[in-house]
């Protein structure tokens, strides 16, 4: 395992603050490149997470596993709105721009770790029917990472949000739960078949 998901906690803060006030990271993560945010407000935001208040979402913060080292967020947000809670929304940011810039934290499978385990939250901790996955289109790296996952596209927001003086599409990509035990039992199926043919004498 190369992350680990753990619990929001407040000296996080410091490094998130960080993260969200740098432009390359948040044109990725929010298609919002001039987001600035103050210490205060960052805090504001995440008072209720902090407190362990908010069942409508989830803040995580990623960790390299073999430095303990944070390298970014997440995030996992239920859909508040149905009569009944079926669908939530995940994203992940890599902030850690040591890392990021050279595209280690992605060559790595960082990415496409810690979105599993998003997903194994969503579907089999939380019970939910499905997951989506919202990005501007030209993020080919986000869209190429939740297709890789299994999602679909489900729809293209046209001009739906602006920055860098033009106007971008919005991609919507969605999940459903069988599809992503189906996806999975695939996987399992096929390593348990690896390991039984380099067991073989």
């Known amino acids: 395992m ?3 998901l753990r619990a929001l906690e407040r000296e996080d803060l410091i490094v998130l603050h960080k993260w969200q006030n740098d432009e390359e990271i948040m044109r990725l993560a929010r298609s919002f490149p001039d987001h600035v ?7 504001a935001e995440f008072a209720r997470e902090l407190k362990g208040e908010d ?7 990623i960790e390299e596993k073999s430095s303990n080292k944070p390298i970014g967020w997440a995030t996992i ?18 902030g850690d721009k040591t890392a990021w ?4 934290a992605w060559n790595k499978g960082y990415g496409t770790e810690t979105a599993k385990l998003l997903l194994d939250e969503v579907f ?7 997951a989506e996955w919202w990005t501007f289109a030209e993020n080919n790296v986000s869209v190429q990472l939740a297709k890789k996952l299994g999602f679909k596209e489900e729809a293209r927001l ?13 991609v919507v990509l969605g ?3 069988q599809e992503f035990e189906s996806i999975r039992a695939a996987a399992e199926t096929s390593r348990d078949k690896t390991v039984s043919y380099l067991q073989s004498p």
């Not at 945010?37 to 805090?43: D, F, G, T, V, Y």
């Not at 046209?158 to 919005?170: E, S, T």
């Open 2 to 4: 190369l992350v680990v």
């Open 37 to 43: 945010i103050s210490k205060e407000a960052l805090e």
């Open 55 to 61: 069942t409508g979402r989830r803040a995580y913060i």
């Open 77 to 94: 947000r239920i859909h508040g709105f149905q009569r009944r809670n079926t669908t939530a929304d995940v994203g992940l940011a890599l």
């Open 101 to 104: 810039n050279k595209k280690i």
């Open 124 to 130: 089999r901790q939380l019970n939910l029917h499905r």
């Open 158 to 170: 046209r001009d739906a949000v602006f920055f860098d003086n033009r106007y971008h599409d919005m």
């Open 175 to 177: 999940l459903l739960k």
